[in-house]
């Protein structure tokens, strides 16, 4: 089944909206099987958003990733990529539609709530960053003969 890597950054755990997001997820129908509350190094962030190092808010993406503490997730589902990514919206809170993550919660793109992985090559890289040599839970749920 795949697997998506979430995280509520800083913004929305100071914000309280770690159960809110979890909750979303959970009624869509996809199963959590990963997450924990943590501080993220200073070289973990560089590396975590290694493709935006030439960009010239880096560093501020850094500083913002790294200050304060973070909800790390690995949700899994059919499409759970693509479909988690529609449900976060546009990276800009102000092109975010209303029903979205960012669209209901943030108003710039430097506090933006949330963070999700673009695609399966991304996933497993983000994946195997954040929960390296942790093991994920598999575990079987009955409801999912409902959603499936
Ligand atoms: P996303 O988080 O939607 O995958 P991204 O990978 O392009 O977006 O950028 C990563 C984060 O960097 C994004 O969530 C917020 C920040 N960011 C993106 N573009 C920015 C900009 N023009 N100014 C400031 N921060 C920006
Ligand atoms: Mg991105």
């Known amino acids: 089944m795949e697997k998506t890597f979430l995280m509520v950054k800083p913004d929305g755990v100071q914000r309280n909206l770690i159960g809110e997001i979890v909750s979303r997820f959970e009624r869509k129908g996809f199963q959590l099987v990963g997450a924990k509350l943590m501080q993220i190094p200073t070289e973990l962030a560089q590396e975590h958003y290694g493709e935006h190092k ?29 479909t988690a990514r529609q449900m976060m919206g546009a990276t800009n809170p102000k092109d975010a539609i209303t029903g979205t993550i960012r669209g209901d919660f943030g108003v710039i793109v430097g506090k933006n709530i949330i963070h999700g992985s673009d695609s399966p090559e991304s996933a497993e890289r983000e994946i195997g960053l954040f929960f390296k040599g942790e093991g994920l839970v598999e575990y079987k749920r009955d409801v999912d003969n409902w959603i499936y």
């Not at 500083?63 to 690995?74: C, E, K, L, R």
């Open 54 to 82: 030439e960009r010239p808010f880096f560093g501020e993406l850094v500083d913002f990733i790294t200050s304060g503490p973070v909800f790390a997730m690995v949700w899994q589902g059919e499409n759970v990529i693509a």
